[in-house]
């Protein structure tokens, strides 16, 4: 079986974890000798990705790639573990980067590995091949794959004077994505998201290919605006999941009304869409086959998009692993 | 008083500290706010300067900014205290630099702040001061300029069969300055050094005037081939000290036919110089005005050099205070 996934970060990155454990407990597991078993391959996010004193920063990647390599903060579900912030330390002193950005060490090499291989023209996509070897991912049949080569970069319009009229241009400004989401916390209202270099970006290498090809196609619950949305923005990326003919499951991010964490909350309410889980649906109603929600949002109204409901709560790798299970029967009943 | 110091990394690093102590319990310290008091302006090496994994190491600037900063790894002499490899442990996973240059996470945040203000458009020269404001120095009357704001960097040439004839060019290879200085320890005999981007080099902002208008030019007891060597070779340095009205005060690198640290040696001998203080002086013989040996090689020749012998050992920032007196003494009696 090839499952191809849209994930942006700790939530994608923890589905990812689960769904390979699934399979792995199920006798799927691949073999790198004889390239049995089942693969998944994973669309990352770009969209979030940031340049820090000149090192290119890509966090849902890193993420991802932390996740499933088992080196992450587990508590803080992003970052390395037994991590420490000596080379942050020298940077703040010489006021290099904003402040609201930690690099830890570790971390830190992945950043100047990636920024030297990118500066000898190695593309991102090939970039993350390496990391994702280093990582094991390769070794364990998952592919990493960069949703685009091109460096594209969210930002987020906020209105300058909060007691300004929104829309009024000179009350306008944009920050970096990563700015509101992690200096602001999402608490200033955000007016829309401005993608920069999305116009001339196209899918990455085996992108189109691992959406059109894979048997099951899941969307993890991760943030449906600033993540999935970012993805399936790309130029030709929303086309390959309306056409494919393999099942498109999603996985809720809201429960009872609210994000598992994150601010996708705040990103929703920019685009006037309500902070439910049928509200999430609605986004991917053109290509969406299934949809599974928590049990505490059963009784909403779904329409005719086959639904089931569940526990979504990602408690450890196990319960994330039969969220993912029940994604793909859904996946089997929808087919 | 201005003094003009002509320094490499650990051995000039600590004649300066030694040097800037001495004049501070003269009553010559300097204060920031009149301008009053004695001032160092440091002329610092840039020839073993080496891009690792696409950041640009500058080891004697490092080595002057974190011994005069109070920041060095003192027992090793260069580094910083307090050290770790957390992000170095990264790239030998990635296998990306090369295996026997090791960055410490501290030292991490000063290249990778160098090379985004380099990147930008930053010459070195202004890059150096504001690492030298970080560290305390310009508030002390200490001035750092790199030799040049030119990237140059010196490569060994080796043979490349130990049984060849030497000079022939098919057994030749060239590495790293670096590479040969520390994989190999300086034990491959070096033919001769190349300096990459000399001929096009020229003096730093200020370096010219510093050798010009200083009351004393003394150089400290560095490698008088690849340190103070490389900054004698940029085009006008050399004239410049055979012009300057300032008495040209060097201090002794070799003690008792050996270098005190490194490998002067080594370096010596590829220029066919004999290891000892007299050969020493015959490297500077045509801007040297006086000359500080160890009273191990009193008994040398040293012509009509006017010299003077004394411990030369800098075993604290005491007994360094003390040669650089000695030194500063050797000069008023020379002028």
Redesign the interface.
């Known amino acids: 079986m090839h499952i191809t996934v849209l994930a942006g970060g700790v939530g994608g990155a923890r589905f990812v974890r689960g769904l390979r454990h699934h399979l792995d407990t199920m006798g799927e597991a691949y073999d790198p000798a004889t390239g049995s078993g089942s693969t998944v391959t994973v669309i990352g996010n770009t969209g979030d990705d940031i340049t820090i ?3 290119r920063v890509c966090p849902d990647l890193d993420t991802l790639l932390y996740t499933l390599g088992s080196a992450v903060h587990e508590e803080q579900g992003w970052g390395r573990a ?3 912030f ?6 703040d ?2 006021e ?2 904003p402040s609201w950005f930690a690099l ?3 971390d ?3 950043h ?2 990636r ?3 990118l ?1 000898e023209g190695v593309p991102l996509s090939q970039v993350t091949a ?2 994702a070897r ?1 990582w094991g991912l390769t070794q364990a049949g998952i592919a990493l794959l960069p949703a685009t080569d091109e460096p594209i970069e969210t930002h987020v319009v906020l209105s300058a004077d909060p007691g300004g009229r929104p829309g009024e241009d000179p009350g306008e400004r944009a920050v970096h994505f990563q700015q509101w989401w992690i200096q602001m916390q999402a608490q200033a209202p955000a007016l829309r998201f401005v993608v920069a270099g999305l116009a001339r970006a196209t899918p990455g290498p085996g992108v189109l290919e691992a959406i059109r090809k894979a048997d099951v196609v899941l969307l993890p619950p991760s943030n449906p605006v600033v993540s999935i949305g970012i993805i399936t923005s790309i130029p030709g990326v929303r086309d390959a999941l309306r056409g494919t003919r393999a099942p498109v499951v999603g996985v809720s991010p809201i429960i009872g009304g609210a994000p598992v964490r994150g601010h996708a909350d705040a990103c929703l309410s920019a685009l006037g869409v309500p902070v439910t889980a049928a509200g999430v649906a609605g986004l991917y109603r053109d290509f969406l086959n299934g949809w599974l929600v928590d049990s505490a949002d059963g009784g909403e109204d779904y329409g005719a998009l086959p639904m089931r409901a569940r526990d979504l709560h990602m408690r450890d790798v196990g319960s994330a692993g039969e969220i993912a299970q029940a994604a793909i029967a859904l996946a089997e009943v929808v087919r």
């Open positions: 004193a000149g090192l037994d991590e420490a000596r080379a942050q330390q020298e940077l002193a010489l290099v980067g830890g060490d570790r830190l090499g992945t100047v590995a920024s030297h291989w500066a390496r990391l280093r």
